[in-house]
T-cell receptor
Framework: NAGVTQTPKFQVLKTGQSMTLQCAQD?????MSWYRQDPGMGLRLIHY???????DQGEVPNGYNVSRSTTEDFPLRLLSAAPSQTSVYFC?????????????FGQGTRLTVV | EDKVVQSPLSLVVHEGDTVTLNCSYE??????LLWYKQEKKAPTFLFML????IEKKSGRLSSILDKKELFSILNITATQTGDSAIYLC???????????FGQGTRLTINP
């Protein structure tokens, strides 16, 4: 019972490098989202998707791209990493078919940009 | 702009104490308020509240929502060291399909 799987768990990037954080869920959830968590700031929404082919911006979208070609996967791309993107990133999924907004979270990716 | 504010930001108590964590919110069309516990990794779900005045309980944890005054509290009685964590409050707006989180309360239980 995998739930929400994020890879990698840890990553160090140099300024200007690009990378993709992977997120996959096996619960057939329509809704997926990416958050970043910084000390003292809770979780802030980066991008979210309400279904395959549909994405939208959250609170802090700048510097990040997403796509949702399948229900299962929701990758987050950093095109040119900056030190301000050093953070812990969480992917979450939930079902809108049932009136239950509990979001299931992945284990997080700790990203450091030097 | 939707806003969720938690207080206190940090709390240190002794094992056995009772604690109350606060969450106030401002959203345009409220749908639900959720509490999560975050230890070392991913947040784990505690409660979802949609109606005023109805207490949700799970063991030593309980929570209640006041939709008139726009706040929720999370109570933990007879605290244990395993309750040490960051407690997150999040609010969902009708039709918005996204969660707005507060800053979290870092709770430390000393033996």
């Amino acid at each position: 019972n995998a739930g929400v799987t994020q890879t990698p768990k840890f990553q160090v990037l140099k300024t200007g490098q690009s990378m993709t954080l992977q997120c996959a869920q096996d619960m057939n959830h329509e809704y997926m989202s990416w958050y970043r968590q910084d000390p003292g700031m809770g979780l802030r929404l980066i991008h979210y998707s309400v279904g395959a082919g549909i994405t939208d911006q959250g609170e802090v979208p700048n510097g990040y791209n997403v796509s949702r070609s399948t229900t299962e996967d929701f990758p987050l791309r950093l095109l040119s990493a900056a030190p301000s993107q050093t953070s812990v990133y969480f992917c979450a999924s939930s079902s809108q078919a049932i009136r239950n907004t509990e979001a299931f979270f992945g284990q997080g990716t700790r990203l450091t940009v030097v | 702009e939707d806003k969720v504010v938690q207080s206190p930001l940090s709390l240190v108590v002794h094992e056995g104490d009772t604690v109350t964590l606060n969450c106030s919110y401002e959203v345009t069309n409220f749908r639900s308020l959720l509490w999560y516990k975050q230890e070392k990794k991913a947040p784990t779900f505690l409660f979802m509240l949609t109606s005023s005045g109805i207490e949700k309980k799970s063991g030593r944890l309980s929570s209640i929502l006041d939709k008139k005054e726009l706040f929720s509290i999370l109570n933990i009685t007879a605290t244990q060291t395993g309750d040490s964590a960051i407690y997150l409050c999040a609010v969902e707006e009708q039709g918005a399909q996204k969660l707005v989180f507060g800053q979290g309360t870092r709770l430390t239980i000393n033996p």
